[in-house]
């Protein structure tokens, strides 16, 4: 079965492991009941899937924003991926070690240096807050 062969693979979320069904040609109305059973038999976890990306992309240096936006870009609810990334205690931690990862233990102290790190960290998904705390207090970031 295609789903069987996916899950093989990783763990999916309902509305991801959905798309990919009915994107192979499967009806709608089977892949609904397929995605029911799954979630019935805790095959399928929107959940924990989401525990596992959070955790996976925020080893990689990815921040809240662009986590969010990708797992509600996969039907995961608002509620379990807030649950998710509440789970890390301290983003701006994360932002301040993605940030000595790529550019040095030194903070910046040319605008000009400062505002390429922040574009960067703002491109990983970091908030305006955590830039700040990244790269020091006296830096002003447009909202």
């Given at each position: 079965m295609a789903a069987a062969a996916f899950?093989?693979?990783?763990?999916?979320?309902?509305?991801?492991?959905?798309?990919?069904?009915?994107?192979?040609?499967?009806e709608p109305t089977v892949v609904s009941a397929l995605v029911a059973d799954m979630v019935a038999r805790r095959l399928l976890d929107d959940a924990r899937y989401a525990?596992?990306?959070?955790?996976?992309?925020r080893a990689r240096g990815q921040g809240p924003m662009r986590i969010r936006r990708d797992l509600e870009a996969f039907g995961v609810a608002?509620?379990?991926?807030?649950?998710?990334?509440a789970a890390v205690a301290d983003w701006a931690a994360v932002a301040r070690d993605v940030r000595r990862r790529r550019f040095g233990p030194e903070a910046p102290t040319e605008w000009a240096e400062k505002g390429r790190q922040a574009r960067f960290l703002q491109y990983r998904g970091f908030s305006n807050d955590h830039i700040r705390s990244a790269l020091g207090p006296d830096l002003e970031l447009d909202s």
């Open positions: 899950l093989a693979r990783r763990d999916y979320a309902c509305g991801e492991l959905a798309a990919k069904l009915r994107e192979r040609g499967f525990g596992h990306y959070v955790d996976y992309h608002a509620a379990l991926i807030e649950g998710a990334l």
